[in-house]
């Protein structure tokens, strides 16, 4: 009887862990899109496009790595959710 009540709490558990990671996914793309559409602004004020042009702005170039490192984030999170199995 114990047995069933541990697998109970431990298949809720993970079906609300699913849910908080698929909102934080979701938290991280929103931050992704605000993050593009700052850097397009940024490289339109200035003019400059090309990262390897000296006179690319360096809030952009920074606003691009802090991009970067957070679509890793949402694929490292993306593959955390898909490779555990699903909650019955």
């Known amino acids: 009887m114990a047995n069933s009540y ?3 709490t431990l298949r809720r558990t993970a079906a609300l862990d699913g ?3 698929a909102t934080l996914i979701q938290s991280l793309s929103r931050s ?15 003019g400059v496009r090309d ?8 809030l ?6 802090r991009r970067d490192n957070i679509c890793a984030t949402i694929a490292s ?3 955390f959710i898909h490779g ?4 019955a």
């Open 19 to 21: 849910l908080q990671i």
């Open 84 to 87: 555990t199995p699903k909650a």
């Open 32 to 46: 992704v899109e605000l993050l593009t559409v700052d850097i397009e602004h940024e490289e339109a004020r200035v």
């Open 51 to 58: 990262l390897s042009d000296p006179a690319y702005p360096v």
């Open 6 to 8: 541990l697998h109970e």
């Open 60 to 65: 952009a170039r920074s606003l691009t790595t």
């Open 77 to 79: 999170l993306e593959k």
